[in-house]
């Protein structure tokens, strides 16, 4: 009988620890440990997250070869992200990786954290899978064909990346500053909203007026992106009104001014959502490209999945959104970039070290 194609695949670039296997092209598991411990901190500690992952790992990756119903002896090859990210994370998952490789004499695979965002879009969940996950039931699963335009959106980048074949891709822009992640988790923050404060935009903008709070617009060349503008634009405002009520608080200012909250959130992420959508589409249109997807952890925002549905309408592009359980960090996305890269037999050394810096 003839062996399968066994990959494990280990992410752990932020505050995730993941772990995934595909055996045959086919995602089996995807387990996904969030570390609840940066709550508190209202944003990611480093060395909190790499102690966290330490803890994690054993238990993510065990977990993920049960749910696959493979053995470590069956595994194939071991995938990990090698970076951008927090090196001290980054440095557990390839360690373990390495660890786990050599001692079952396997390749060993080093997958780009950003290819992998991009090829979450070629993810084919199994039955089994399917039927555990709930965000998996009514997913359109769909794969895009090259070229395509991907508009990366996390916490971390904000990128248009040309995909000209599953290990050709070339950012045609990117932030100058924050990126869109960044700037939703900042403003949650001035207005007092837990971290993650992207979520709570979306929940709270549900409720707001998006046209009451008009912020500028930021004005940059060609398909690149800034942010820290429109950030600064959102402290003032409040800021300018705050002095106006005479009060010292966001919570007094809320008593104050019905709506403040919902409205404000509701603005901001109008703002943002057409700031990404109009540089994707000039970008789109220059280039002549009319598969158009998007991905990272921002691609959950429901108005932003709108903006999505209607230019796809209005200027004919056939558009790719991912089921949400493969838009935040996950270990699914790692596993199809290194899949892939086992099939072109591209390995990596077992003394290849982490980075932390932005690249593609
Ligand atoms: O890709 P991701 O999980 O990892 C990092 O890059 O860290 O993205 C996380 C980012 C955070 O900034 C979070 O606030 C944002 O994605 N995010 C959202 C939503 N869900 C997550 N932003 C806006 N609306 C959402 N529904």
């Known amino acids: 009988m003839e062996k399968k194609t066994v990959i494990l695949a280990i992410e752990s670039s932020c505050d995730d620890t993941s772990a995934a296997v595909i055996v045959d092209g086919i995602l089996r598991s995807n387990v996904i440990a969030s570390q609840k411990v940066h709550e508190e901190f209202g944003g990611v500690v480093p060395e909190l997250a790499s102690r966290a992952h330490q803890q994690n790992i054993l238990p993510v990756v065990d977990t993920a070869l ?5 053995e470590k002896t069956d595994l ?40 992998g965002h991009v090829l979450a879009h070629f993810v084919e969940p199994g ?41 050709d891709m070339e950012i045609i822009g990117q932030t100058i500053d924050d990126a869109a992640g960044e700037a939703f988790d900042k403003c949650a923050k001035v207005l007092g909203l837990p971290y993650p404060g992207g979520p709570w ?26 942010f820290s503008g429109l950030k600064t634009s959102f402290l003032y405002t409040l800021r300018d ?58 691609s959950a925002n429901s108005a932003l999945r709108q903006a999505f549905i209607d230019y796809g309408k209005r200027y004919h592009w056939e558009v790719f959104i991912p089921p949400f359980s493969f838009t935040t960090d996950n270990a699914a996305m790692v596993c199809q970039a290194g899949y892939f890269k086992y099939l072109d037999k591209d390995f990596c050394a077992i003394d290849e070290v982490p980075f932390a810096k932005t690249t593609i």
């Open 66 to 70: 049960k749910r696959a119903g493979v």
């Open 76 to 115: 194939s090859a071991i995938a990990f992200t090698r970076g951008p990210g927090l090196l001290g994370s980054l440095l557990v998952g390839t360690s373990f990786a390495k660890g786990l490789a050599l001692a079952l004499g396997i390749p060993l695979i080093d997958v780009n954290h950003l290819q």
């Open 127 to 167: 039955e089994e899978l399917i039927a555990a996950t709930p965000s998996l039931q009514n997913a359109e699963i769909k794969h895009p064909s090259f070229p395509f335009l991907c508009l990366l959106v996390s916490g971390g980048n904000s990128q248009i990346v040309l995909v000209k074949a599953y290990s």
């Open 201 to 226: 935009i979306d929940k709270l903008a549900k409720e707001g007026d998006a046209t009451k709070y008009p912020f500028a617009k930021p004005n940059i060349a060609g398909y690149d992106y800034s």
């Open 241 to 298: 009104m705050m002095k106006a009520q005479g009060v010292e608080t966001i919570d007094e200012l809320a008593e104050r001014i019905p709506n403040l909250k919902e409205d404000m959130c509701a603005s901001i992420q109008a703002t943002v959502v057409d700031v990404l959508m109009r540089k994707l589409k000039k970008a789109a249109q220059d280039l002549k490209v009319t598969q158009v997807a998007v991905a990272g952890g921002v």
